[in-house]
């Protein structure tokens, strides 16, 4: 699958992005996944924003970079998404190693915390993330923080 990405900052989304990001965000967290919570948390705005997109022009795979001192004390990577026509495509797999390559080239080799559905933990621990902690609820959802130390 082709895939263009793009990553910026929240100041330089355009308003027809950032409505792409929210109206992937909403289909699948909060309609697919029957999990109703305020989705705008004021994070984006500090966030750099991961977008792939198919040759088409729509948005298939998405996922925020949350800098240190924002969701925790380490770098985060949240709200990673694809639509359901875009799974078992290997979009997902490509959005987080792209997000990972970010972090390494922009951040540093920094510690990776995550809150991941408890579904995903071998999806998350293919990457190296190990789990941290024990499980919980988020949103009705079952999910666990898992952590990545890059070297």
Known sequence: MTISWKIKPFEE??????????????????VEQNAPYQDADGKD???????GY?????????????????AYDEVSIG????????????AGKILVKNA?????????AVPIRISAQSYLI?????FGFKTVG?????????????????E
Do not use: C, W
């Open 13 to 30: 989304l355009t308003t027809k992005e950032l409505y792409e990001i929210f109206q992937l965000r909403l289909a699948v967290f909060s």
């Open 45 to 51: 705005l500090k966030a750099f924003h991961l977008m």
């Open 54 to 70: 198919n040759p088409g022009g729509e948005l298939i795979a998405y996922a925020r970079i949350l800098p240190a001192g924002i």
């Open 79 to 90: 709200r990673v998404v694809t639509p359901q026509k875009a799974r078992g495509t290997g």
């Open 100 to 108: 990972l390559e970010f972090i390494a080239e922009q951040l540093g």
């Open 122 to 126: 071998k999806f998350y621990s293919d």
């Open 134 to 150: 024990e499980e919980y609820l988020e949103d009705s959802l079952p999910h666990i923080e898992m952590l990545l130390i890059l």
